[in-house]
């Protein structure tokens, strides 16, 4: 997703329901400009939180897809951590926060879901999607953590490897292909 609130002032968004900042739509704009210049989309899912939903907004109209909102797609659960701003989290969660910026991998969100169990969420629901959309081009607007998570499967790694691989900036495009023999991104 483009730039959102959160990202502005320094929270830790998790699932809270943020929206775009006007960079973030800006963002979402020439990121859709980029894709239909170069993609055929046949359908755009979305996580159903704002700034992901909003972020596919301008492919949809560019398109005349609509967007599929799913759960599947959202952000890492925070816990105590949602919307909280990151230097509260070093202040108060010192030693789960540094985990979550030193072995990512092995990080849980304070009260919240693990990397481990974001990674077991989000794997099996993109390669879901991809079955079900068989030889489509499938748009999948969703967040850093959920997009390393598939970043990390497609390189054949689990969820300990995570923390090989980097995040994702706002609005950045990845693409992935699917195959359905070996059922690997």
Not at 57 to 75: A, F, M, Y
Not at 129 to 156: F, M, Q, W, Y
Request: negative net charge; proline residues 3%.
């Amino acid at each position: 997703h483009g730039q959102s609130v959160a990202n502005e002032e320094g929270r830790f968004a998790g699932q809270t329901d943020v929206d775009l900042t006007k960079i973030g739509y800006e963002q979402a704009e020439r990121a859709a400009e980029f894709i239909e210049k170069r993609e055929k989309i046949d359908k755009i899912y979305s996580s159903d939180l704002k700034r992901a939903h909003n972020t596919a907004l301008p492919v949809s109209r560019l398109t005349g897809l609509p967007i599929n909102d799913v759960e599947g797609l959202r952000e890492i659960y925070a816990g105590v951590w949602e919307g909280r701003l990151v230097s509260e989290l070093w202040a108060e969660y010192e030693k789960d926060f540094h985990t979550w910026r030193n072995d990512y991998s092995n990080a849980r969100c304070t009260g919240g879901e693990s990397v481990e169990e974001l990674y077991s969420r989000v794997v099996p629901f993109v390669k879901a999607l991809a079955k079900e959309n068989d030889g489509l081009t499938l748009l999948l607007a969703s967040h850093a953590s959920p997009i390393r998570a598939v970043d990390c499967s497609s390189r054949g790694y689990g969820w300990e490897r995570m923390s090989d691989v980097p995040f994702v900036k706002n609005s950045a495009i990845s693409i992935f292909e699917y195959d359905p023999e070996s059922d690997k991104l």
